[in-house]
C-alpha cells in the first residue's frame, strides 16, 4: 500500500511539474524564420523545448500522420496541442545534442510525407478518422 501511494504522489508531482513547464513555453511564428521546419525555443533543467511548424506539409494527412507519428516516438514528448499559428511544442531530454535533435524531426518528417504518398485503405481511413478527431478538439 505504501508503495502505491508513493507512486501516486510521485505522478502526481511529476504532472504538476510537466504541466507547469508547458505553460511557460510558448511557441511564436515571429521566433521561427521563414521556411524553417523547427527550432529549439528553450531549455530547462532537464528538457529541451522545439518548435514545429505544422503547416510545412502539404496535407492534412501528412500533417496527421506526422503528428501521430510524433506521439509514438520514444524519443520526445509532444507538449502543446498545435496552436492558432499552426505551432506544435515538443521536447527532447538535455542529453540529447541540438544538432541531433533536429535531424531527428526532420527524418520524421520525411517518414510521415513518404508513408502519406502510400497510405491506403484502413491505414489511410485510420489517419483521416484520426485528423477528424482532432478538428473536433
Keep these: 500500500?505504501?508503495?502505491?501511494?508513493?507512486?501516486?504522489?510521485?505522478?502526481?508531482?511529476?504532472?504538476?511539474?510537466?504541466?507547469?513547464?508547458?505553460?511557460?513555453?510558448?511557441?511564436?511564428?515571429?521566433?521561427?524564420?521563414?521556411?524553417?521546419?523547427?527550432?529549439?525555443?528553450?531549455?530547462?533543467?532537464?528538457?529541451?523545448?522545439?518548435?514545429?511548424?505544422?503547416?510545412?506539409?502539404s496535407s492534412n494527412i501528412e500533417q496527421q500522420h506526422f503528428h501521430n507519428l510524433l506521439f509514438k516516438d520514444e524519443l520526445l514528448a509532444v507538449i502543446s496541442t498545435v496552436n492558432d499559428e499552426g505551432l506544435l511544442v515538443i521536447s527532447f531530454a538535455n542529453n540529447l545534442k541540438e544538432k541531433e535533435a533536429i535531424t531527428h524531426l526532420y527524418q520524421k518528417q520525411v517518414e510521415a510525407i513518404e508513408t502519406a504518398k502510400t497510405l491506403q485503405g484502413k491505414s489511410l481511413d485510420d489517419v483521416i478518422k484520426s485528423y477528424e478527431k482532432n478538428q473536433k478538439n
Design 1 to 57: 500500500m505504501k508503495k502505491i501511494l508513493a507512486f501516486l504522489i510521485l505522478f502526481a508531482s511529476a504532472s504538476a511539474s510537466s504541466s507547469a513547464q508547458s505553460n511557460e513555453i510558448v511557441a511564436k511564428r515571429a521566433d521561427l524564420p521563414a521556411n524553417q521546419f523547427c527550432k529549439k525555443i528553450s531549455q530547462n533543467a532537464n528538457r529541451q523545448f522545439y518548435m514545429i511548424d505544422m503547416r510545412t506539409f
